[in-house]
């Protein structure tokens, strides 16, 4: 099949929090991932990994409670558990340091009439 039908679900209040940038905080000899963001859209948490300066795929994390979401669909690399806690995410064997939690789309400001 060519893909899968993904439905936005309710976010938890801590995974709106979790919305910005994060730098590996444990990197080993071989690390490939040096960052990623989470962003939301539409109703649905978007992560993206980066590594060396150059951004890889964006996927969708469902959210199963307040400290776990899955990346969404099923197929190689998809399924893996993120982990969140007070001060960052475990994932795909990393973790991550938050950066900052403002990493949210631009709003323009209104004019005043």
Do not use: C, M
């Given at each position: 099949?060519?893909?899968?039908?993904i439905e936005p679900t309710s976010l938890p209040q801590a995974w709106n929090e979790a919305v910005g940038t994060y730098?590996?905080?444990?990197t080993g000899r071989h690390s490939y991932l040096n960052g990623l963001s989470i962003?939301?859209?539409?109703?649905?948490?978007?992560v993206r990994g980066q590594a060396g300066g150059t951004r890889s795929g964006e996927?969708?994390?469902?959210p199963?409670?307040?400290?776990?979401a899955v990346l969404a669909g099923s197929g190689q690399?998809?399924?893996?558990?993120?982990?969140?806690?007070?001060d960052g995410l475990n994932a795909l064997g990393y973790r991550f340091a938050?950066?900052?939690?403002?990493?949210?789309?631009?709003?323009?400001?209104?004019?005043s009439p």
């Amino acid at each position: 099949y060519l893909g899968e039908r993904i439905e936005p679900t309710s976010l938890p209040q801590a995974w709106n929090e979790a919305v910005g940038t994060y730098r590996v905080a444990s990197t080993g000899r071989h690390s490939y991932l040096n960052g990623l963001s989470i962003r939301i859209e539409d109703g649905f948490l978007l992560v993206r990994g980066q590594a060396g300066g150059t951004r890889s795929g964006e996927f969708i994390l469902q959210p199963i409670d307040s400290a776990h979401a899955v990346l969404a669909g099923s197929g190689q690399g998809l399924g893996d558990t993120f982990s969140r806690d007070f001060d960052g995410l475990n994932a795909l064997g990393y973790r991550f340091a938050q950066q900052d939690t403002k990493a949210r789309p631009w709003l323009p400001r209104k004019e005043s009439p």
